[in-house]
Structure formats: C-alpha cells, structure tokens
C-alpha cells in the first residue's frame, strides 16, 4: 500500500520525464517532392495544365507515355522565395528547344552549386557533405553501398511535334502548357500540357497570313510514315480522337454514326484515314464484317425491306444491286436462262390488289421506294403506271405533284415522257 | 543544220545542269482479295458460283517540291492514284454478251478496271492560301459521296472559312476505267457497245455529265464547324424514252442537256467542352423542290465515361433527274433514336440505343394539287376504304455494341434488333482478333442471327455461323489473311465462303 502510494506521488514526475522529452524532440521529417502534392493528395484543377478535364484523367498515353519517376524534387520549394530559382534556371534548355525529341531535364551539375555535389563526370558523383547532399535525397531508393548507381529515369519522349523557342518567343509562359508548377512539388505527366489547352491558341485557319497557331493537326502531331496523314500508331497505343472534338469518339457503335462526323467535315477524317480506307466499304468489294454479319447475304432482303441502313451509302441501287438481282433471276427483267430463285414478292391478291395495306407494292413502294428501285428497271412500272398507250394508266404520282411538275419539266423533261406520249392533254398541265 | 545544232546544245544543257536530289516520299500499296462461295435461292440451289478476284493498285507521291520537313508553312504537292481490278472467274460468257439474249445482263462486266481515284493535289500555296486538287477525286459531304474527273481549288482565308470551286464531269459506269458507284441511283445505264439499239431500251447509253459545285467552309476554329455546299450535275447525250422493245424499230430518244442532280446543303456540328455537343444537316434539292435530308443529333457528356445521345434523320428517296421514280410516290422516313455510350475502362467500351422508324403512306386518294384541274385516268381509283387508316407506320429497333481492347487483341460484340410490319431481324455477332508476337494473326467470329420475313413466311430463318481467321504479318503493314466462313440456315443448308487476302504495302 506503500508503494502504491509512492508511486502516485512519483506519478507527475514520471510524466514529465517520459512526455516531455517526446514533446520537444522533431516531429518525424514528412518526405516532399515524391508528388504533385504531399501524400499524393489530389492536385485543385485550378493548379492543373489549362484544358484539363474535371475530374482530370491526365494527358493521352499514346502521346505522353507512362514515365517511371525515380527523382524526389519539390518545384514549390525551389521556385518560392527561400531559393528564388526560376524555370529557366533548371530548364534554360527549354528555351531554345526546337523538338519535342530533345532533354530539357536539368543536369545533375545544375543541383551542384546548391546541393555541394558534384556531378560532373556520372561515372563518379561526389555526394555533398551534409543531408541534402546526400545521393539518397534525390535519387528514390538509393542506398549507401549502391555506389555510384542510381535507379534508371523513365522518360520517354513525347510522340508529338513541338518547338519550344517558338511558344517562348511568343511570349507564353511554361504555367499556359504545364499548370501551376511552381506551386506543386514533383512534376509528374500530369503537368503535361492537354490537347485541349492548346486550342486555347492554336484555333487559326491554315493559311499563313494569321500566323502560326493553326489548328491543323499535323501542326502538332507527328507524320505519318508517308503522305499527308498523321502518325496514329505507337509503341504506346493508338491515338483516337477525343469526344470533344467534332464529337468523334471511336466508340463501339461508331460505324453507324460517322457518317455526320465525315459529312460536315471529312478533311477532319482524312488527317488519319486515306481514302482507301472509306472506300474498303462506301466502294468495297468484301463484305465488311462489323457492318454486315455473316450469312448476310440470305438476310439482305429483310434489311433492305425496313430500311434498318441505308443501303445507298455503300450500293447503287441500279447498278450494283441490279445487276446481281438479274442474275440471279430474281428481278423481272432477267434473263431468260437466269436461275428462278422463286417468287420474292407476296401472293397477288396482297401484293397487287386492293385495299392497300403491308404486303401491297402501293404501300412497300411509298414506304422504301429504294427497295423497288435495287431489282426494277423503269420498264417494270411503267407497263402499270405508264399513261395510257404507253402503261396501264394507274397513276402513281404523289400529293402535290401538280404544283412541282411544271418545274421538273423545266429541268428535265425526259421521265415524263416516259409514260407520256408528247401530245398527252395531262402532260400540258407540266409544261 | 543550225537548228538542229541549237536544239542539241538545248538539250545537252538541260541534262548537264545537275539536279537537286528531291526528298520525295513515295509509297506503294496493293489489296487483293480471292472470294469462293455459292450464291443459293432460298430454296437452296447454287444459283451462281462467285470465284471473285479483286485487287488494287496503289500509289503516292508526296513533298513533290521538296520543303523542308516540318515547315508547316510551306506548299506541299503530292500525287496519289489508285486503279482496281475486279473479276468474278464464275460468271458464264453469255452474261456479258450483248448477243446472247437469253443469257446476257446488260451492264454486267465480269472483269472490270477502274480508276479509283488520280489526283495531283497542292496545298498551301500562295502563303497558304490556295489548295487544289486535279484529276479523278471524291467530293465528301453532306450532299453525300461523290466522284469526279476534273479541277478543285480553294482558297482558304484568315478570315476562318474558305471557298471552294470545283467543276468537271462526274464519273460514270459505262465510261471507261468508271463505275456507276457515284452517280445519282435510278436510271439503269451503261456501256451499250454492241448492243442493238432496238434492244434492252430500258438499258440507257452512258454519256459525260459535266458538273460544277461551289462550297463555303468554316476553317481553323475547332469547337465548331460549317460546310454550305451546291451541287449540279447535267445528265447529257441521248436517252430512250420507250421502254419497250419492239425489235423493229429503233426506240424513241429524248436528246440534250438537262439537270441530273441540283442540291443545296449544309451541315454544322459543334462543340462545348465537358457539357457536349451537337451536329446537324439539311439538303435541299431544287430538282425535287423539298427538302430530302435533315438530321440532328445532340450528345451530352455525363461526367467523363457516359455520354447520351438524341438522334433524328429524316429522309426523302431521290433520284437522277432523268428517272421515273422521283415522280412515285416515294414518301419520308422519320428516325428518331436515343443511344449512349460508356467508356467502363479505357480498354472496355459498350454502346447501346434504340430507334423509331416513321415511315409515311397515304390514307386517302391522291390529291394532285389543290385548285388544279386534273383529269385521273380511268384506272385512277379514289375508293377512300382501299387506303390504311394509319399513315404512319414505324418500326423499332435496337442495339448494342462492346469491345474490349488491348493492343495485340479485340474482344467485340454487335448485335441489333429490328422489328416492324415487314419483317424482323435480331442476333448478334461475337468475336476476338489477336496479333500475336506481333507476325501471327487470329481470329474467331461467331453470329446467331434470326429473321422473320412478315410478307413471305416461309422465308423465316435462324442463322448461326462462325468464322475462322489465319494470317501472317510480313512487316507492319503486310499481311495475308486466310479466312473460312461457314453459314448454316434452314432455307440454303449450309453454305462456305473462303477469303484469302493480301495486304502490300512498300514506302519509301
């Protein structure tokens, strides 16, 4: 009982000697300049090069591939007032630089004044005296008995064309490409520039007189290996447009939405595709699998009937389908000795008279015209739909016709006199 | 003698006056395809024997003038052709012989070279401000895919939009190293060498179409883009105007100079940033008097994977001036369709949409015009219960899309729905592409796919078919692929298809 009294009495004591040392020893030293941020925190998209997204995905991989960073080294530190360095201090290469090809990183020599190194000749670098000094500060998992090795910087170089003295000389500083640098510790691919940032400028027309910022892609993207295309594939990947731009992403179901991206601007496609590549299958002569399945020749017709595509971006209904429809005997006007392949068309009392419901060539006809147009030739019709003493007299003519047709004979006469006989009284009325 | 003398020494002077080596960029590319398969009636007799051939030629020319490389500034020529070869080995000898009655096709080669295209193209000169392009070229817009043999040139302005003009006459079948591929559809036209005139007068003589177009274009400005386009083409020559036969005497002919196709259109698409975006287009032809095309569409980005999208395309069948259809009755179809697309992962896409097509019929008897004097002729029936009572019939469809990619494989799927009072159509196709050690190339495709034929039942069927891919990358861009297709459906049995291909391509 004793004891423990003592002990009570002891008890502040024991606080103040064991507490207090702990209170006044250094806090453990956070490491900084292994991330944009401490802990790796996320980067405020204010920091962040101008045109990132938000939230920001970084830059292409195709065009900045992954780096493997081994160097610890804090921008804010450096460019804050204590140091008072600038980017040309460690960069000055950068100003001059013509390529994107080029090493602007700083030298190691160029932390030697600060850092009491020597660099000067990497097969053996004198480490500094004090902590700062040592290989271990910069250089991320270097130990004392590596020597003079160091772990290996991965930094491939950008897959695009860009001439640093031209934007310096225009006077755009590195913070309207790279972001806010100078308030990040480690600058990482994320403080490459994105594409849409650069069309902050480069929104110019071609021609030479506005100058230099054009908007063309191969302004900025490498060539390809010949011709007027640009270099789309790369031991990193494959480059696709972004969604943004004329909103072309290559999704899955693209195939089948291009055709208003390549309508209102098909220079914009021809900066990777040649022609050959649209022709393959607006001029093909093998089946496109991602746009026809197979089998597709057996399940032509029902597609053809709904109109589900539209056969004519890729067929002419009076040659290409024509032709194989008479050859196979399924259009009226094939040959005698072509095949029969059995009658395409319903029974007559559907296909041909009255009421006019699904199944009647009225009102397939006025439904998807083109589906009669890729197996009749004119004649076919006419023999019904011909005025009389050329056809049957059943006239075929839409709403309203009167009111067009005097200015379709004014430019064209010759459909009408197809079913009419120059001297027709109903003809007078066109003319 | 002194002449003589003088032209020597002018020649010898040309030739001894050296010459700047150029650094001209040149490439050559080659596409062969063989293709064997049967083609069977529904009932399942081999109707034709397909042995096709086809295969291209290639060429390009580039930095003619030898700028220096990366002067953005600088005018660049270049030179690019390409010339196709396409033959069906099974087609029989009577099909393509104007004296073989009972067998010929009129219009039917089978082995045809073509001229796909030709052109000498320049680019920014006169400080970059004129481009053209002469020779065999397309015309891609919203007026749709066009060839030409003729002179394009552009100006383009600091002003963000340029002018282009461009004339020439349209390429035609029947014409030589042509095809009909581009020409307005509707008249069924050709070569008629050797044909009797008195014969197949439905089968019109193929004759030049001069044609001439002008376009104003939004350049430079990448968040939005315009394109005004006009278009004119003349159907020239003779046409037959008698569409029957009689062997006796020589069919009736409609002779000069009349429109062929006259369009107006434009098209838009525009861009804002995260929130998304919208295209649009409308063509006008003067000919038709209407409008015969217009479409919208509106995306909106939904964070940085989702994007939704409103689609509407309205449609007008139209055609060669010269041709009877354009005076049926060839009525709207409405597509309306909702789709969106997520980007699960960067390698892991899947789209999906669904569609209304609105198509138009009538429901009463045709009103000519009103206040006109019209004098239907005797088989013109006006019955008002001969008519459907909906004037609007539509059919549904959907779709969805998937693919998983890396860079040596593709996993994919397509697959779609279509449901309507013709017919229906669903399955989908699965398949997987890989490149291994990047020489060795696979593939498997396999479908299932079922259709519904509502105006002739007994042409229902459900496919399943599967295809079998073999090749070999010679260097990164040749490669010949060996593909087997197998098809199985009720109607033909079963049914093979091989393709081999061959994919050349030198540069230099």
């Not at chain 2, 034929?453 to 079998?468: C, G, M």
Request: include cysteine; hydrophobic fraction near 35%.
């Amino acid at each position: 009982m004793k004891l423990l009294r003592t002990l009570l009495a002891l008890l502040p004591l024991l606080v103040v000697v064991a507490v207090v040392p702990l209170a006044l020893a250094d806090a453990p030293a956070q490491l900084h300049g292994l991330a944009p941020l401490p802990d790796d925190q996320e980067v405020p998209h204010n920091l962040l090069p101008p045109g990132a997204d938000d939230p920001d995905r970084g830059p292409s991989d195709v065009i900045f591939p992954q780096q493997h960073i081994t160097i610890r080294f804090n921008h804010s530190k450096h460019l804050g007032g204590m140091i008072g360095a600038t980017c040309k201090t460690c960069h000055a290469l950068a100003y001059t630089s013509r390529s994107a090809q080029d090493v602007l990183l700083p030298k190691g020599v160029v932390c030697d004044s600060c850092h009491d190194t020597d660099h000067r000749d990497l097969s053996r670098v004198k480490p500094g005296d004090d902590a700062m000094g040592q290989c271990a500060f910069c250089h991320l998992g270097y130990k004392p008995g590596d020597g003079n090795r160091v772990a290996e910087l991965e930094m491939p170089r950008a897959n695009l064309l860009f001439d640093h003295r031209a934007h310096v000389d225009r006077n755009i500083g590195c913070a309207q490409c790279h972001g806010a640098v100078d308030q990040l510790e480690l600058a990482t691919r994320d403080q490459l520039p994105r594409m849409r940032g650069c069309f902050h400028c480069h929104e110019m027309s071609d021609s030479a007189s506005r100058g230099q910022a054009k908007s063309a892609c191969d302004a900025c993207h490498l060539p390809g290996k010949s011709g007027t295309l640009i270099k789309t594939m790369y031991a990193s990947g494959t480059l696709y447009p972004p969604r943004w731009l004329h909103n072309a992403e290559h999704t899955p179901d693209f195939v089948l939405r291009h055709k208003w991206v390549a309508a209102d601007d098909s220079q914009f496609c021809s900066n990777c595709h040649t022609e050959d590549y649209c022709t393959d299958c607006h001029d093909g002569r093998v089946r496109p699998r991602n746009v026809h399945p197979n089998d597709y020749l057996n399940m032509h017709a029902i597609e053809a009937r709904m109109a589900t595509q539209n056969c004519q971006s890729c067929h002419r209904d009076q040659s290409f389908c024509l032709d194989c429809h008479l050859r196979v005997g399924v259009a009226e006007s094939s040959p005698p000795d072509a095949k029969d392949s059995g009658r395409f068309h319903p029974p007559k009392s559907i296909w041909s008279d009255p009421p006019m419901k699904p199944g009647h060539h009225g009102f397939e006809a006025e439904r998807n015209l083109n589906a009669c147009v890729s197996c009749h030739t004119e004649r076919d019709c006419v023999v019904c739909h011909g005025a009389l003493g050329v056809g049957g007299g059943f006239d075929p003519h839409r709403n309203g016709f009167l009111g067009s047709c005097s200015r379709q004979f004014r430019r064209n006469p010759r459909p009408c006199f197809v079913c009419h006989e120059p001297t027709d009284g109903a003809l007078a009325q066109c003319r | 003698m002194r002449a003589r003398a003088a032209a020597a020494a002018a020649v010898l002077s040309v030739l001894a006056v050296p010459q700047r080596a150029h650094a001209m960029d040149a490439d050559v590319t080659s596409d062969t395809a063989a293709q064997f398969y049967d083609v069977r009636s529904p009932t399942g007799e081999t109707i034709l024997s397909r042995r096709r051939l086809t295969t291209t030629l290639g060429v390009g020319a580039y930095n003619l003038l030898d700028t220096a490389p990366g002067d953005l500034s600088a005018p660049e020529l270049s030179f690019r052709a390409r010339v196709r070869y396409d033959a069906d080995y099974g087609a029989s000898g009577g099909e393509s012989d104007p004296r073989n009655y009972a067998a010929v096709v009129p219009g039917f080669s089978p082995d045809v070279v073509d001229l796909m295209y030709a052109y000498l193209e320049g680019r920014r000169f006169l400080h970059g401000w004129l481009g053209f392009k002469l020779g065999r070229q397309y015309v891609t817009d919203v007026l749709g895919w066009w060839a030409f043999d003729g002179g394009e040139a552009s100006v383009t302005t600091p002003y963000f939009f340029k002018v282009e003009a461009y004339t020439g006459l349209e390429e035609r079948g029947g014409m030589p190293l042509s095809t009909p591929r581009f020409e307005a559809d509707g008249i069924w036209r050709g070569d008629r060498n050797g044909y009797d005139p008195s014969l197949y007068p439905m089968f019109q003589p193929a004759t030049i179409a001069p044609a001439f177009g002008v376009a104003l274009e939004s350049t430079g400005v990448t968040w939005i883009h315009g394109r005004l386009t006009y278009r004119r083409v003349y159907d020239t020559g003779a046409s037959n105007v008698t569409e029957y036969a009689s062997g006796l005497y020589a069919p009736a002919m409609y002779d000069g100079a009349r429109i062929s196709t006259e369009k107006l259109g434009y098209s838009v698409d525009a861009d804002w940033a995260d929130h998304g975006g919208a295209k649009a287009g409308v063509v006008y032809d003067f000919y038709a008097g209407e409008v015969t095309s217009l479409y919208g569409s509106l995306d909106a980005y939904l964070g940085q994977k989702v994007t939704v999208s409103a689609d509407y395309d309205y449609y007008v069948p139209v055609f060669d001036a010269d041709s009877i259809w354009n005076f049926f009755a060839g009525e709207p179809m409405n597509d309306v369709g909702l789709r969106t697309n997520v980007d699960v992962t960067d390698r892991l896409s899947l789209s999906g949409g669904a569609n209304l097509r609105v198509f138009s019929v009538q429901t009463a008897p045709f009103d000519p015009g009103v206040g006109a004097a019209y004098s239907p002729y005797p088989n013109y029936t006006p019955a008002q219960n001969l008519f459907p009572t909906n004037g609007h019939p539509f059919d549904e469809g959907v779709n969805l899309s998937g693919r998983y990619r890396t860079g040596e494989m593709t996993v994919g799927l397509n697959g779609s729905g279509n449901w309507g009072q013709e017919g229906d159509r669903s399955g989908a196709d699965v398949y997987v592409q890989r490149v291994f050690d990047t020489r060795y190339v696979a593939g498997v495709r396999a479908g299932l796919w079922q259709w519904i034929d509502k105006l002739q039942p007994d042409r229902d069927a459900t496919s399943f078919q599967y295809v079998l891919t073999a090749g070999y990358r010679f260097a990164p861009n040749a490669q010949g692929t060996l593909e087997w297709e197998h098809d199985m459906n009720r109607l033909v049995g079963q049914g093979f298809r091989l393709l081999a291909m061959l994919t050349l391509a030198v540069t230099k």
